[in-house]
């Protein structure tokens, strides 16, 4: 049974700061998503990847396959970055497994 | 496009009534999702969707949840008969093609039963 741990459960940081969050997972993958949940509830899909690095705007989320690890990264972090950050693995056949999460307060 | 559409996005029901949970996915989009997200245990997959045909519903807690998608522009979660604990946000989600990429979701239902 494939389990993921988050760390830290809470964050909380400056702005300005640089920002990461780590995921580990338990079982190999076939994809690792990271999630964005917002204060009112909504949810948006930041990144799916399987292996290297995906970049977009100040988001960089980093793989290591062999270490069943990933990491999200927010450079130059801003209050609007507060949100619950939530990590997933698995794939194919196997669905999803999500973190608990990292709330993310960001202060002015 | 609207994006995932969900209704209702509240609903609050006596124990033991029915519930149809609908979702309408992205236009295009050939595999659907159902989640659903609690305080204690987070997010959970129930269940997903290729091409309308249920792959994988281990997820479903047990007989008294069932969904349909009986075509690739609409899908329901029904729980009969209802209980407190099945108290949620329940998220709907498409993704162009599998489990294996980025997936758009709804803005939720949460349901409460009293």
């Known amino acids: 049974k494939n389990e993921v741990e988050q760390s830290p459960q809470n964050l909380t940081a400056q702005e300005g700061e640089f920002i990461t969050i780590n995921c580990s997972y338990s079982?190999?993958?076939?994809?690792l998503h990271w999630l964005q949940q917002h204060p009112g509830g909504g949810i948006v899909s930041l990144f799916m990847l399987s292996s290297g690095k995906k970049k977009h705007g100040r988001l960089i989320a980093t793989i290591n396959i062999q270490e069943k690890h990933s990491s999200l990264h927010i450079t130059a972090s801003h209050p609007r970055d507060s949100a619950v950050y939530i990590c997933a693995s698995g794939g194919g056949a196997d669905g999803l497994t999500f973190g608990k999460g990292t709330h993310l307060i960001i202060q002015p | 496009d609207a994006g995932v559409i969900q209704s209702p996005r509240h609903e609050v029901t006596e124990m033991g009534q029915e519930v149809t949970l609908r979702c309408k996915p992205i236009?295009?989009?050939?595999?659907l999702f159902w989640y659903r997200q609690t305080m204690m245990r987070g997010l959970e997959l129930l269940i997903y969707f290729n091409n309308n045909v249920p792959i994988d519903d281990s997820g479903m807690p047990e007989d008294r949840f069932s969904a349909k998608m009986p075509n690739a522009s609409f899908s329901t979660l029904k729980i009969q008969p209802s209980e407190p604990r099945d108290s949620a946000v329940y998220f709907c989600?498409?993704?162009?093609?599998?489990?294996?990429?980025?997936?758009?979701f709804g803005p939720g239902t949460r349901l409460t039963v009293l």
């Open positions: 079982v190999g993958i076939s994809a």
């Open positions: 236009s295009g989009h050939n595999s």
């Open positions: 989600a498409s993704s162009p093609t599998g489990i294996d990429n980025e997936q758009f």
